[in-house]
């Protein structure tokens, strides 16, 4: 018999799926990391606003980090906590800092590098310090384009170094445009691709043995950023990408560095070089795993009481550095490229990457992008509101890749789809897939007055976009005519490409509001359901089913917090009558003309003791006269009944005697609050048949809602009150079925 303590084995086991999967790790654990690492750094600060060695002098003579990089600890700081949202010009700590930092000189590669990170977040107020270190490294650098620790000190230098030199000159190029030349960008990329190693890998410097994982992510961000000042037109016309030298060199060196990866290893140093390649190359995975949640969750557990990582210098570099990592790597995922091996789903290595960096700056809020690949679970490419597909290929997708792209239109997700140069290939393909997933529908033009043209930005030369709209919601929208091109290489001259892209990011955030990487954006089953209801989802000649996803997450909701689950089958309407299901669901975009076996169907249910949801599914103008023939068909059958509003004191709303939840106040969507103002009462309307409460009809979203996904132009509930109200009706239709 075993002598092991099964609760230890529990503990341990709890810990060990904490440590290496980072499943555990939720965004509000980052943010309360991220306030107590924000703390401990201005315990550290001098009185005079640094956080350099009080003993140390710039002393470009002496072969010392602490002399030789002067100021780099307090620029490495500053850029933390800038990263973690901390207002200069609210807080005089970092101010004062700031302003330290502009006075001192720094000697060494290190120290000007970290700077030219801080210049890049402050306002045009700085732009003199950006061009100065603009100089400063580009007069820094080697013939070989290289970097020692001093400035300008020549030899070779070593990888290490030169990563820093060749960073900071990037971030002063990205907030002043025109500082560095391409001279400049070609020596780089000449070094880095005359030492890159036959393996993929780069070593800390020329002939010095074999590749390490810090300088492998050294010489990828290194190409990643040559490419795009060097190469960017070479992307202009599509095919090239597959075979470009360029591209060949950075996929042998993510293929290495993917290999090598261990969330175990979460030195600052390291990790920031993690987040770099990550975020450059928009990959999710290395090497299957999640490279932000799995570090995050390690840095969770590992944070020191007083707010710090230990590591060398008293924890304040590492400190900053895990603050860099944790505050860039949480913010939202804009765009997923979907990624699918041996088809041309890449053309435009730097579209997403443009747009997003772009979008950032116009919404004033930081996002990412990311490459999800097709073998992913479609619940891993929900952190984002925007699947982006693009290619001049025709797809060849087989059912189970088919099945995963419904899927997370299914669950809410918005699919773009981009058809890439100038023949039909891509977009022929892409009616093909519409016709396997969703035969009911048809990808139609976009009107001109469509909130795609207008919700953000006005579009003028507006370019054509077509859509699945379910009657809901745009599902799939295609661009047929190539403007990716202009991402590619961020060019403003249409600018109307870049405005409908962003149109679209808003339209499927509610006008921008993204979650953070880690939020929840997909309900995940906590346990199993003790008690079941029967639901029929009615079934009829029309768009019967809009949101096919949501008693899927309803389920989930429902199990989590009720320990109920429905058992949903699909009746077709004529046959409800003979429907034993407590609960029938029926939802419709279109005004409707019920058939005489439709209505006696309806009769014979309702009389039976069933209960009935009556929806308009988005409760937009164009949904409602679905609800508003319901109404007359009622009138018509049950003359004698009233349709009336349900009071906060009915069991369906008030939760009381069917353990249901207090949804005497509800909350609503955005949209819907923007155009009817605030209220916090619910809408739902019934009507009585047998004396008890038989018939619910909702002229507010709920299914939609039910989902969890953001989208613009809805007229209903928010996620929460939808869930709790769909629980309270399906609890109060089992109530009634049962005879209560």
């Known amino acids: 018999m075993s002598s092991r303590n099964p609760l230890m084995v529990l503990v341990v086991a709890a810990v060990m799926l904490f440590a290496s999967s980072g499943m555990a790790v939720t965004d509000e654990q980052v943010q309360q990391a991220i306030r107590r690492g924000v703390n401990f750094l201005y315990s550290k ?3 005079w606003g640094h956080w350099d060695l009080e003993k140390a002098k710039a002393n470009p003579d002496q072969h010392d980090h602490a002399n030789m990089q002067y100021g780099g600890w307090t620029a490495i700081v500053c850029y933390g906590l800038l990263s973690a949202g901390e ?37 045009d107020s700085f732009l003199k310090h950006v061009k100065e270190d603009a100089e400063k490294l580009m007069a820094g650098i080697s013939y070989n384009g290289g970097y020692h620790y001093k400035l300008g000190a020549g030899g070779k230098g070593d990888n290490s170094c030169t990563q820093y030199g060749v960073l900071g000159a990037w971030e002063c190029e990205k907030r002043k445009p025109g500082s560095i030349d ?41 190409l990643y950023i040559t490419q795009d000042y060097l190469h960017a037109r070479a992307f202009q016309r599509p095919g090239i990408a597959e075979n470009h030298p360029s591209r060949k060199r950075i996929e042998d060196g993510l293929a290495w560095y993917a290999k090598k990866f261990s969330p175990k290893n979460t030195s ?22 999640d490279w932000y949640q799995s570090i995050a969750a390690r840095l969770i557990r590992t944070q020191g009481t ?15 550095f895990k603050l860099v990592f944790l505050s860039r790597g949480r913010v939202p995922v804009a765009f997923n490229k979907l990624k699918i091996d041996g088809f041309s789903w890449n053309n435009r290595p730097s579209d997403m990457a443009k747009l997003t960096a772009w979008l950032s700056d116009e919404a004033e809020q930081n996002m990412n992008w990311q490459v999800v690949g097709i073998e992913r679970s479609p ?17 060849e997708l087989d059912d189970e ?28 393909s892409v009616r093909q897939l519409i016709g396997r997933i969703y035969p009911q529908y048809e990808l139609k033009p976009v009107a001109e007055d469509d909130y795609l043209y207008n919700i953000n930005y006005p579009v003028k030369r507006k370019p054509k976009l077509l859509s699945v709209h379910n009657g809901v919601r745009h599902m799939i929208i295609h661009c047929p005519r190539d403007i990716a091109e202009a991402f590619q290489l961020n060019s403003k001259r249409m600018i109307d490409s870049w405005y409908t892209m962003a149109n679209i990011f808003f339209y499927a955030t509610e006008v921008g509001r993204a979650r953070p990487r880690l939020a929840q954006h997909y309900l995940k089953r906590k346990g199993s359901a003790g008690n079941s209801v029967p639901v029929a989802r009615i079934r009829y000649d029309g768009n019967w089913n809009p949101e096919a996803g949501t008693w899927n997450v309803q389920n989930t909701f429902m199990t989590n917090e009720k320990s109920l689950r429905a058992d949903v089958e699909t009746i077709d309407l004529e046959e409800l009558g003979t429907s034993e299901a407590a609960l029938a669901h029926a939802v419709g975009t279109e005004k409707m003309q019920f058939t005489d076996a439709q209505t006696n169907a309806i009769k014979q249910y309702l009389e039976g003791g069933g209960v009935i949801l009556f929806e308009a599914p988005g409760g937009t103008p164009q949904t409602l006269p679905f609800v508003e023939s319901v109404k007359q068909l009622l009138t018509q059958a049950y003359p004698d009944q009233p349709i009336r509003t349900i009071t906060a004191t009915d069991k369906v709303i008030s939760g009381s005697g069917i353990n249901g939840f207090d949804c005497s106040r509800v909350d609503y969507r955005v949209f819907y609050k923007k155009r009817a103002g605030p209220t916090r009462q619910p809408m739902l309307m019934g009507m009585k048949v047998g004396g008890q409460l038989r018939v619910l009809i909702s002229h507010e979203d709920i299914s939609q809602a039910v989902l969890g996904q953001p989208v613009w132009g809805i007229f209903g509930y928010n996620t929460d009150s939808a869930r709790k109200l769909l629980t309270n009706i399906t609890l109060w239709a089992q109530n009634v079925r049962n005879g209560g």
């Open 379 to 395: 619940v891993d490419w929900l952190d984002s509101p925007v699947l982006y597909l693009a290619s001049h290929r025709a797809l």
């Open 401 to 428: 890749q088919a099945a995963k792209i419904k899927r997370y239109i299914d669950l809410g997700g918005t699919l773009v789809t981009h058809n890439d140069g100038t023949n039909a290939n891509f977009t022929n």
């Open 182 to 222: 391409s001279a400049y960008w070609q020596k780089v990329e000449n070094r880095f691709v005359q030492m890159q190693l036959d393996d993929g890998s780069w070593a800390y410097s020329d002939g010095r043995g074999s590749g390490t994982f810090n300088m492998t992510a050294a010489g990828l961000a290194m």
């Open 45 to 47: 600060q001098h009185a």
């Open 306 to 320: 007083d707010g710090s990582w230990t590591g060398k210098r008293d924890g304040i570099i590492e400190t900053a």
């Open 87 to 123: 207002d200069w010009q609210g807080n005089p700590k970092l101010a004062r800092a700031l302003e330290w930092l502009r006075k001192v000189d720094c000697p060494g590669t290190y120290g000007t590098g970290l700077r030219a990170h801080v210049w890049e977040k402050l306002p």
């Open 268 to 289: 600052g140093y390291t990790i920031v070089g993690v987040e770099r390649v990550a975020l450059a190359s928009g990959l999710k995975y290395f090497g299957g795993k």
